[in-house]
């Protein structure tokens, strides 16, 4: 074999080196003629992650070295890129940019610049997230639970996030009867709904869900509970009249009344409700609610007693406001005793 004698520089390059009978040797190096390897610096940013928003323009710099200077490719998904459409690259001496205008979701992705010359190559991988609305929420929407006030609904989380997790959901409802839509809480016994769902992260609220089937605020009716205490009032051969009170629980045939208050105030004030300037408390039909700015009165199972004017009073250290309303229960009419 014949000796190789290296220069004091000791830059080599990958070589064949042919032996006495003209055959090539391979795995030897001889000594090039000042060449250097490329090397890449880019941001320190890039490579921890590039995060952009839909629609913004996609920009990959570097900065290459190297004797001579190297030449630049850029590849995604293990392609090539090439200048077209909206990918544009520019490199001039010794840096490359790649750009990517108008980008979309599915420009998220890793994207490698390899840089070479005669005396070797040097990758880099630069990943990119574009973050753009979240889908919309899988639907139909289920209707699970039936009130007169609430109803309970069910959707499916969105199948694309829009690359950062959906940090709340935005519920819409429409009555039926009237062609725009609202977002107000509490629902009015009768009245006809449909429900859609938006999803909302950082990039902003997706496009609607399917929207659910029409459905009436209706009370839940159960069966009533038993007569009771029934007597013998009169009988003969031929008949007998007997007589029963009526049952404790009715299977839901009263309505609810629903009084909802808006209050505002700092500190919270307390709220006090009255029905005929008696304070009212918190019994088996009666529930009160103060979830500021919503404050709320119901009572179950609507008799004719509960006729009457109500008023809401919300008192703190700054003064104290009060607002009414007349309730009128209807029942059907009673004969007067002859």
Same mark, same amino acid.
């Given at each position: ?40 610096? *880019? ?80 990758? *880099?991988?630069?990943?990119?997230? *574009? ?194 309303? *007349? ?12």
């Amino acid at each position: 074999y014949p000796q190789l004698h290296t220069r004091k520089e000791r830059a080599w390059s990958k070589a064949m080196v042919k032996s006495h009978q003209g055959n090539p040797l391979p795995g030897h190096s001889v000594p090039s003629s000042g060449s250097v390897p490329p090397t890449i610096e *880019v941001d320190v940013k890039l490579i921890e992650g590039l995060v952009v928003k839909s629609g913004s323009t996609i920009t990959l710099p570097a900065k290459m070295m190297g004797i001579p200077l190297p030449t630049a490719k850029w590849m995604s998904d293990g392609k090539d890129i090439t200048n077209e459409g909206r990918y544009h690259i520019e490199s001039v001496e010794s840096s490359t940019v790649l750009s990517i205008s108008d980008c979309q979701r599915a420009d998220t992705g890793e994207y490698v610049l390899t840089v070479s010359n005669p005396a070797g190559s040097k990758t *880099v991988a630069l990943h990119v997230t *574009v973050l753009d609305l979240p889908g919309p929420p899988i639907g139909p929407i289920n209707i699970l639970e039936v009130t007169p006030d609430h109803m309970m609904i069910q959707w499916r989380a969105p199948k694309d996030d829009g690359g950062t997790p959906v940090t709340n959901y935005v519920v819409e409802k429409k009555d039926v009867k009237k062609p725009w839509e609202y977002r107000v809480s509490g629902l009015f016994e009768g009245n006809i709904y449909e429900f859609r769902v938006f999803a909302e992260n950082v990039a902003g609220i997706s496009e609607p869900s399917l929207t659910s089937d029409p459905v009436k605020a209706t009370r839940a009716i159960t069966k009533p509970g038993p007569p009771g205490n029934p007597k013998l009032k009169d009988w003969s051969k031929s008949y007998a009249d007997i007589c029963w009170t009526k049952p404790t629980r009715d299977g839901g045939t009263g309505q609810i009344i629903s009084l909802i208050c808006r209050v505002k105030g700092r500190p919270d004030p307390e709220i006090t409700w009255t029905k005929d300037a008696r304070a009212l408390s918190r019994d088996k039909r009666t529930e009160i609610n103060s979830s500021f700015p919503l404050c709320e009165l119901v009572i179950s199972d609507a008799i004719r007693s509960d006729y009457g004017k109500y008023a809401i009073c919300a008192k703190n250290s700054s003064g104290q406001a009060q607002a009414t309303i *007349v309730v009128n229960v209807l029942d059907t009419p009673v004969p007067n005793p002859q």
